[in-house]
């Protein structure tokens, strides 16, 4: 059974998506053409489980993709998952992979990687980082980011992708693309068909309409008097159908209470988005679920959740 808070939190992912291409470009980690310097990270499962590896040293300069995972998040997990599927059919071409969780309780984080272990791609390596949070050291990881991705071969970085707000058609694709570029060819897969149905896009779950109409209004360039028709915009589209107004009350509603409202648009559109959210939202309802970790650290995530955590694990 889908946890009503999940259907909520693929419907904020998909807002954030739509403003994404406003923020200023986020950098993490070693970039294009720069080495892949080695690291250790603690093994979690199988014959491995417990014994501390070198994935640069093991792919001896053979192809590797790596993700570093900074908050653990239903959206980052899927996309996750999605990759290393892939990952593990080219292990066979010479592909070493592995999924980093970057975390300051290493016994915490192992406990619930073992309790959820089903939901894991089998082939790739997932381990527990020995650097804490912020990941190793000679790596520059931001840890404002929700996934670090390197692509690599030869030692050096042949791409990188620093995503705050995973987007599995978009991000993954492109992801896909790298991988099979950096082994030298081949059809790239269709991430949505990896992926499954339990981690499809949030933007196919979002009315695609109403998803282009907020996109109007929460344009960072816009001014009060584009924001005041696109919403009037809005506002004439949700009259006409329930389901989209109870979607955007939802979004607002995420939103206004999330902390970031500050990230989303102008103050006017921002006005917009509270008015939307008192009108379409749960009437008196705050909501301060934690379970997007926008803030890109999972560390409370790893003491408080434990084997318990309600996001990417269990439904």
């Known amino acids: 059974m889908r946890h009503p808070i999940l259907s909520v939190l693929t419907v904020v992912a998909a807002l954030c998506t739509l403003a994404r291409a406003a923020d200023d470009p986020v950098f993490s980690g070693p970039q294009v053409g720069e080495k892949l310097p080695p690291f250790k990270v603690k093994a979690v499962f199988d014959d491995l489980a417990g014994k501390e590896l070198d994935l640069i040293a093991q792919a001896d300069g053979k192809p590797i993709a790596l993700i570093f995972f900074h908050a653990r998040t239903r959206p980052a997990f899927g996309l996750t998952n999605a990759v290393m599927r892939y990952a593990a059919t080219r292990s066979k071409d010479g592909l070493t992979s592995g999924v980093i969780f970057l975390t300051e309780d290493v016994t915490a984080t192992e406990k619930w ?35 670090t991705v390197l692509v690599g071969k030869e030692g050096k970085v042949t791409a990188n992708f620093a995503i705050v707000q995973p987007d599995m058609k978009v991000d993954g694709s492109k992801i896909l693309k790298a991988i099979v570029d950096t082994l030298g060819g081949g059809d790239v897969p269709d991430i949505e068909k990896l992926a499954g149905r339990r981690y499809q896009p949030a933007t196919d779950r979002v009315d695609p309409k109403l998803g282009g109409l907020v996109r109007s209004v929460i344009r960072k360039d816009a001014t009060a008097e584009e924001v005041k028709k696109a919403a009037a915009v809005v506002e004439e589209y949700v009259a006409k159908n329930r389901a989209a107004k109870k979607q955007l009350g939802q979004i607002a509603g995420r939103v206004v209470n999330s902390g970031k409202l500050s990230n989303y648009g102008t103050p006017a559109a ?46």
């Open 113 to 147: 990687m073992n309790v959820v272990r089903e939901h894991f791609p089998k082939g790739p390596t997932m381990g527990v980082s020995l650097d804490g949070q912020e990941g190793p050291g000679a790596y520059g990881l931001n840890r404002k980011v929700s996934l």
């Open 270 to 315: 921002q006005d917009l988005l509270r008015k939307w959210a008192k009108a379409y939202g749960a009437k008196g309802r705050k909501d301060n679920s934690d379970g997007d970790n926008s803030r890109g650290d999972n560390s409370r995530g790893d003491k408080s959740r434990g084997d318990k955590s309600r996001g990417d694990e269990k439904k």
